[in-house]
Each structure stands twice: as structure tokens, then as C-alpha cells.
């Protein structure tokens, strides 16, 4: 029953592979929007420990790197879902990529954690909000 799951998976996964064209485009949009979310973190950076920087302006920029964060993660997800793709497209664009599948996954376990870290800390600047 095992070895049956796992050939439909297989199937069912090498059945919607992405054209390449497909690919890029999902990548550049993903990796459009990181950008962005880059940007927007340094243009919104605050020192949390700056006692001066009003408590909204740190939980703007804490709500910047959790964007970041998960803005990362989306990439990742998809360059995992879609590896053989990827790799695909780093060899057709002459990039020089050496990472792994399980380097992937690795990095994005770590993505992952700092995104709750975020997330938790996010929670924590708002609720010291609401007792001031």
C-alpha cells in the first residue's frame, strides 16, 4: 500500500512539472515580492531597544521583517516544490548554484523558525501597545 502511495505521488508530482517558461515567471513574481519586502525593511528598520522610537514605528518595522521573513519562505517553497525546475533554470541562466535539495529544505526549516520568532515577537510588541 506504501509503494502504491508513493508511485501516485510520484506520478501525480512529475505530471504538473512547470515549463520553464512557467517557472520563470512564478519565480521572478516570488522573487519580485521578496524584493519589495526587502526594500520595505530597510526603509521602515527601527533599533527596538531605542527608547525615543515610538512603540507603532518598532511594530511597523517588526511587521516589515515578518513580511520579509515570509516572503522568503514563499520562495523557498516554491524553489522546493519545483527543484528539478529550478535547476533547470539556474543551468539555462548560467548561474552558478551548487546548493542541494537538502540544502533547500534546511534553509527553509531555519526561515521557518525565524518567522514564528517574528510572529511571536510581533504579538508581544502589540500587546505591550495595548497596555499602554
Known amino acids: 500500500m506504501k509503494l502504491l502511495s508513493f508511485i501516485l505521488l510520484f506520478v501525480s508530482c512529475s505530471c504538473f512539472a512547470l515549463s520553464s517558461e512557467e517557472f520563470d515567471k512564478q519565480y521572478q513574481n516570488l522573487n519580485g515580492e521578496h524584493n519589495k519586502a526587502v526594500i520595505n525593511n530597510m ?70 523558525k525565524t518567522y514564528i520568532g517574528c510572529m511571536a515577537g510581533l504579538e508581544k510588541l502589540k500587546m505591550d501597545q495595548k497596555v499602554d
Open 43 to 112: 526603509i521602515y528598520s527601527k533599533d527596538y531597544d531605542d527608547k525615543k522610537i515610538p512603540l507603532s514605528e518598532k511594530i511597523e518595522s517588526k511587521s516589515k521583517w515578518c513580511d520579509l521573513t515570509k516572503t522568503r519562505i514563499n520562495l523557498l517553497d516554491f524553489v522546493i516544490q519545483n527543484f528539478s525546475s529550478y535547476k533547470e533554470w539556474v543551468k539555462k541562466n548560467n548561474l552558478d548554484d551548487d546548493a542541494n535539495l537538502d540544502d533547500f529544505n534546511k534553509f527553509y526549516e531555519n526561515q521557518q
